[in-house]
């Protein structure tokens, strides 16, 4: 316990607060609340253990050596981890953003100001929509800004959708629009749009079942049988570089066509090749690894 708080404290002098609070604020995106000196602590600690555990294994059962890359496979696995949560929580938010954007304009005609109905919506509200508010609530009673919290919280957000809801909103608030009529307005256009977004969803996930099964079954299942042709050949004592090269060729073909087949699929769902790390980097841990066992460990079976 000792080094783990010897570790946080070297990362918080090291590390700029900058950098600390940027990754802070991704891994809430993600919903982890552990503080980002801890995490950077813990992941140390934890590849270093796995790194001691697998040399052990590794002298007793003579496996690959290569497999002491396999924890350092940690870090990519909570990134995408992170983004594949923070993807859930926009789209809850969006989901759940016409339903509040009726709540506030009902709200509104009574009579309450933006402010207040804001606040009142917040208390009884449930959601990462309504923590959001309620930080944004929160941070104008310390002293910050009105505008610039609420501009804030629409970068929070971090959808395209909801970004220009609430802009529109802000901005009819400063010239003094009905925001109530506006807001009704808003929330029917919100709702098609998701309504949109969710039927073209749906329409695409035909093809990208397909890419992940080639990605994940197909692929590294159809190069493991090569790898085990080629030990079988050496086996025979008939080893050449050109065995040697298929197997490499097998491997980073593996691992190429996984990070590829993420893009594509970031590309099909979201018109954007980004978004697909984190579909590349999981895909590309279970391929690589399908592709492992068949290559060490089939062949064997099939012997026997």
């Given at each position: 316990?000792?080094?783990?708080?010897?570790?946080?404290?070297?990362?918080?002098?090291?590390?700029?607060?900058?950098?600390?609070n940027?990754?802070?604020?991704?891994?809430?995106?993600?919903?982890?609340?552990?503080?980002?000196?801890?995490?950077?602590?813990?992941?140390?600690?934890?590849?270093?253990?796995?790194?001691?555990l697998?040399?052990?294994?590794?002298?007793?059962?003579?496996?690959?050596?290569?497999?002491?890359?396999?924890?350092?496979?940690?870090?990519?696995?909570?990134?995408?981890?992170?983004?594949i949560?923070?993807?859930?929580?926009?789209?809850?938010?969006?989901?759940?953003?016409?339903?509040?954007?009726?709540?506030?304009?009902?709200?509104?005609?009574?009579?309450?100001?933006?402010?207040?109905?804001?606040?009142?919506?917040?208390?009884?509200?449930?959601?990462?929509?309504?923590?959001?508010?309620?930080?944004?609530?929160?941070?104008?009673?310390?002293g910050?800004?009105?505008?610039?919290?609420?501009y804030?919280?629409?970068?929070?957000?971090?959808?395209?959708?909801?970004?220009?809801?609430?802009?529109?909103?802000?901005?009819?608030?400063?010239?003094?629009?009905?925001?109530?009529?506006?807001?009704?307005?808003?929330?029917?256009?919100?709702?098609?749009?998701?309504?949109?977004?969710?039927?073209?969803?749906?329409?695409?996930?035909?093809?990208?079942?397909?890419?992940?099964?080639?990605a994940?079954?197909?692929?590294?299942?159809?190069?493991?049988?090569?790898?085990?042709?080629?030990?079988?050949?050496?086996?025979?004592g008939?080893?050449?570089?050109?065995?040697?090269?298929?197997?490499?060729?097998?491997?980073?073909?593996v691992?190429?066509?996984?990070?590829?087949?993420?893009?594509?699929?970031g590309?099909?769902?979201?018109?954007?090749?980004?978004?697909?790390?984190?579909?590349?980097?999981?895909?590309?841990?279970?391929?690589?690894?399908?592709?492992?066992?068949?290559?060490?460990?089939?062949?064997?079976?099939?012997?026997?």
């Open positions: 316990m000792n080094q783990f708080y010897i570790l946080s404290d070297y990362f918080e002098n090291k590390i700029s607060e900058k950098h600390l940027k990754l802070q604020d991704f891994l809430l995106s993600g919903g982890i609340s552990i503080s980002s000196t801890n995490i950077l602590s813990l992941l140390i600690i934890a590849i270093f253990t796995l790194e001691i697998l040399l052990i294994l590794i002298s007793i059962f003579n496996l690959n050596y290569f497999l002491l890359i396999s924890p350092f496979l940690i870090l990519p696995s909570l990134i995408s981890y992170i983004l949560k923070k993807e859930q929580r926009i789209n809850e938010i969006e989901q759940s953003s016409p339903d509040f954007l009726r709540q506030l304009s009902a709200i509104l005609r009574v009579g309450l100001s933006f402010e207040n109905a804001m606040e009142s919506i917040s208390t009884y509200g449930q959601g990462p929509l309504y923590d959001e508010i309620k930080r944004t609530i929160l941070e104008i009673k310390m910050k800004n009105f505008d610039d919290a609420w804030d919280f629409v970068k929070r957000l971090d959808s395209k959708e909801l970004k220009r809801v609430f802009i529109i909103i802000l901005e009819g608030r400063k010239i003094g629009t009905s925001l109530s009529s506006v807001i009704e307005d808003v929330s029917n256009d919100l709702r098609d749009m998701l309504a949109l977004k969710r039927d073209r969803k749906s329409s695409v996930m035909m093809p990208v079942m397909f890419l992940i099964i080639s994940i079954i197909a692929t590294p299942f159809s190069l493991g049988m090569v790898s085990i042709y080629s030990n079988f050949i050496v086996s025979l008939k080893s050449s570089e050109l065995i040697k090269t298929a197997v490499i060729a097998a491997e980073s073909y691992i190429i066509h996984s990070i590829l087949v993420g893009f594509i699929i590309l099909i769902l979201y018109g954007d090749f980004k978004k697909g790390l984190k579909f590349s980097i999981p895909l590309t841990i279970v391929a690589y690894s399908i592709f492992y066992i068949i290559s060490n460990f089939a062949g064997s079976l099939l012997i026997f």
